[in-house]
């Protein structure tokens, strides 16, 4: 291995030999790899002198295969064939490329975005299997790191995202409402002022959650400190307490069209508005799967529509 190593060697040149040996000459094997003659020529000129014998001999123009490159293209095929079952396998221990897709999701992109990105891909590829995981920002970002899932659905705006490891498709922009229970007094028409709610309770959703980070910005900027009944660790809940009356909250603008009849809204005013970006995100080095190329088509084409429809 180490001599192999050190006379460079390397599958790039064996590829081009067993296209010339399929081929019989330089310039079909050139057509065929849509490389020059002159890379082909050079390619096998350096295996020559790596292999340290003599593979072909000058008739005219023409490169004669001699016996020893004969034997030596037997041995090509199968370290070839064996090196794609190596990556096969390698593909199979990571959980590349067998037919199945671990997402992660916030949940709040369980009502529409989610759904969508799924029935999509079905058409797609009928055969994909997809995982759905879902919890935080933080949570989902940190699985995707330790290689738990294959891609994410995440806020893009309150997280630290490594864009040299990470591929990152933006859906769209999110406003964030202030929502209340129905018995509370609220001009929907008008957009919320949060120095006006100093003396309201307010329910949270827990720490390294997407729309945690805006509620902590907005309240900053408003220069004061809520009063938090209770923090949970999913929007539905956090929203189901409002609707009891347990108190106020944030929430974004995607869950609106679920809620708008069992709670009251209200867009924040515009120094308080903290936009979450939602985007898909996966690492860099499996930007060639095909899964993962699937649905990050399928994002695109849902970006699109949104945007022809706002």
């Known amino acids: 291995m180490n001599q192999l190593t050190t006379n460079d060697i390397t599958f790039r040149k064996l ?7 399929e081929k019989g000459n330089i310039a079909r094997t050139a057509e065929a790899l849509n490389i020059s003659g002159v890379s082909v020529h ?11 014998c003599p593979l072909f001999v000058h008739k005219g123009r023409n490169l004669i295969a001699q016996p020893a490159a004969w034997t030596l293209l037997e ?25 199945r897709l671990r997402v992660g999701t916030l949940y709040s992109l369980t009502l529409e975005t989610v759904p969508h990105l799924i029935m999509g891909m079905k058409l797609r590829r009928p055969d994909l299997e997809l995982d759905l995981t879902m919890g935080s920002n933080e949570a989902l970002l940190k699985m995707l790191e330790d290689g738990v899932l294959d891609a994410i659905l995440i806020s893009i705006s309150e997280s630290e995202i490594d864009r040299n490891s990470l591929e990152v498709l933006p859906l769209f922009h999110d406003d964030i409402y202030l929502a209340a229970p129905m018995t509370a007094t609220l001009d929907a028409t008008l957009k919320a002022d ?22 902590q910005e907005a309240f ?9 009944v209770t923090r949970v660790n999913d929007i539905f ?5 409002v609707q009891a009356g347990v ?16 709670v009251k809204l209200q867009k924040l005013a515009e120094p308080y508005q903290m936009q979450q970006l939602i985007a898909i995100v996966f690492a860099r080095n499996r930007e060639r799967d095909p899964s993962l190329l699937a649905l990050a088509a399928e994002g695109r084409m849902y970006a699109r529509t949104l945007n022809q429809n706002a």
Do not use: D, W
């Open 15 to 21: 590829s081009i030999f067993m296209t010339f040996m």
């Open 42 to 52: 050079r390619a096998l000129h350096t295996l020559e002198e790596n292999v340290r």
């Open 75 to 99: 041995y090509c095929q199968e370290v070839t064939q064996l090196m794609e079952r190596g990556l096969e396998e390698t593909r199979k221990t990571a959980g590349v490329g067998q037919g």
């Open 194 to 215: 949060l120095r006006h709610y100093r003396n309201e309770k307010f329910v949270s959703l827990a720490e390294g959650f997407a729309t945690y980070a805006g509620f």
């Open 220 to 228: 900053h900027i408003a220069g004061f400190e809520p009063e938090i």
């Open 237 to 241: 809940s956090m929203l189901s307490l």
């Open 247 to 262: 108190g106020f909250c944030l929430m974004p603008g995607r869950m609106k069209k679920m809620y708008e009849n069992t």
